[in-house]
T-cell receptor, first 112, second 115 residues
């Protein structure tokens, strides 16, 4: 079993739709949870960063962490064609090295 | 956010040669940098953790003699792929932590093609 599971998609939605992206994980020791957006042939770009459980909102993006269920989500409101990318969840135990464990990524396509 | 610069963005080399990739934190000091490899349609796989002033820590299955990592300063880490082979062709990405227990910032990645 992988430490972090993520549906690879692809996920196709019409412009303006609400997008829900999810990851599950197996290790309850994870403390930090992140979502990255990666365009083709580019490095990942940090979107959201959350410590422990709870919600965090930034513009059209909302990140949720449910540690009791070992489940994290990223919601994108009013999706735009420019949101089309691969979305990677990542998590870490924290500490000095802060090594990240990534999900496989979900490919999202927002159709105009 | 913090900026991490990676160079070159792409490189083509002949089989058997060595290639060096640089990762720089431009506006902050990074005591720890990470090197990842990403194959097409797959996630990032951590290769090694690079610590300034000490030896890198390699993940299981990564050959330390093939992938040489040097972290000579608080703003620069290099990855050298030695005696490259076509199966080493991949997308290599570095990241650096701005501070302890904070988010990692990634470089733009380097597309390596070995012919």
């Amino acid at each position: 079993q992988k430490e972090v599971e993520q549906d690879p998609g692809p996920l196709s939605v019409p412009e303006g739709a609400i997008v829900s992206l999810n990851c599950t994980y197996s290790n309850s020791a994870f403390q930090y949870f992140m979502w990255y957006r990666q365009y083709s042939r580019k490095g990942p770009e940090l979107l959201m960063y959350t410590y422990s459980s709870g919600n965090k909102e930034d513009g059209r993006f909302t990140a949720q962490v449910d540690k009791s269920s070992k489940y994290i989500s990223l919601f994108i409101r009013d999706s735009q064609p420019s949101d089309s990318a691969t979305y990677l969840c990542a998590m870490s135990y924290g500490g000095a090295t802060n090594k990240l464990i990534f999900g496989t990524g979900t490919l999202l396509a927002v159709q105009p | 956010g913090a900026v991490v610069s990676q160079h070159p963005s792409w490189v083509i080399c002949k089989s058997g040669t060595s290639v060096k990739i640089e990762c720089r934190s431009l506006d902050f000091q990074a005591t720890t940098m990470f090197w990842y490899r990403q194959f097409p349609k797959q996630s990032l796989m951590l290769m090694a953790t690079s610590n300034e002033g000490s030896k890198a820590t390699y993940e299981q299955g990564v050959e330390k003699d093939k992938f040489l990592i040097n972290h000579a300063s608080l703003t620069l880490s290099t990855l050298t792929v030695t005696s490259a082979h076509p199966e080493d062709s991949s997308f290599y990405i570095c990241s650096a932590n701005h501070r302890v227990n904070t988010e990692a910032f990634f470089g733009q990645g380097t597309r390596l093609t070995v012919v």
